[in-house]
């Protein structure tokens, strides 16, 4: 199968993915970087999926919001095997490689639709990105944005396609679903538009939602400042939590100006603008029984700020005991001594 890309074509290809020790045929492009390095590596390495297992319980109600290929899709399919999970990707083309990998490998627990989330019925402008399409986004009819330059990917090759957007209040209603149990949102710089759109279904259902939290697309596409989008989500959900190193323990967000600044500092400095954000209301059953039998991590560490405060002061600990012996070892070696005469005449002449 292939697609037209400005003057190139795409082609349409499979490869094999490991996911909680089961192999996933998985399809993407030739030119998609992101695929082709998921389809080379044999696994998926942006978020560490583990994370996922302790979230979704057996016959859970899931939305993939911004499914591009579907790794996390997949994920979802096997931890919630009773349940169902409906993956939203706004690119038609990425589509067709979703529901091809749905397909391939019988997943009747998966349901795939071509949609751009947001808030309800707003046109906008969607820049699919062939070279990369998880950096897909759009924009509202009115901004005055045209083909975009993203880092080092050629404006010529992004495709610009008029549509309008569904919430997710929208399509909870058109499905009839009686429950939402998860989210996940990664939608370039839109989550607020999503958050947005879904008011009555997080009132409803509070889900457990985990978010992309991209500074870079934020500021760059949306025009968001990253502190207003924090404090926003912060007032969305009842508690707020980071991943450390998109990997790691879970930290708590609190809503104060010095725990906002903390994550800030870290997004911005320390991750690359990117974090993965885990939101819940009060009440949420974060720890589920997940019928995957996974090492604990991740997720486990929920309140592990003092033990992530610890390490990090054992590490400088660490830091400035190797220091002291480097400097003691200094002290200690035969050229020191030999040139202490030397020293002292030149603090003589310098006057100290």
Known sequence: ???????????????????FGRVFKVYGFDDDVLYQGVKLNGV????????????????????????????????MAMLAPKGHVYAFEGSPQTTLALTET??????????????????????????????????????????????????????????????????????????????????????????????EGARDTLQRFKPIVVMEFNSYTFTLLRDIPPRRALKKILATFDDVYYFKNRTGCSIRIGDTEAERERFLHENLFCNGFVDDLLCSFRGAELVKRSVINLPKKGIEGIECELKSESEHRAQLEAALAQKQREIDLMYASTSWRLTAGLRHLKRIFRGY
Not at 1 to 19: F, R, T, Y
Not at 52 to 68: E, K, M, R, T
């Open 1 to 19: 199968m292939k697609m037209k890309k400005g003057k190139v074509m795409s082609c349409l290809e499979s490869g094999d993915v490991q996911i």
């Open 102 to 195: 749905i397909k391939a490998n019988n997943l009747d627990n998966v349901s795939a639709y071509s949609a751009i989330i947001g808030h309800s019925k707003e046109k906008v402008k969607f820049f699919d990105a062939p070279e990369s399409r998880a950096s897909g986004f759009c924009v509202s009819m009115d901004t005055p944005r045209e083909l975009p330059r993203q880092g080092n990917l050629d404006p010529n090759n992004f495709q610009m396609i008029i549509s309008e957007t569904k919430s997710v209040d929208d399509l909870v209603a058109e499905l009839g679903l009686s429950r939402v149990d998860f989210i996940k949102i990664d939608v370039e710089g839109a989550e607020l538009d999503v958050l």
């Open 44 to 75: 998926y390495g942006e978020f560490n999926l583990s994370n996922l297992a302790q979230l979704i319980g057996p016959s859970d109600v899931c939305l993939d919001i911004g499914a591009n290929v579907g790794m996390m899709t997949l994920a």
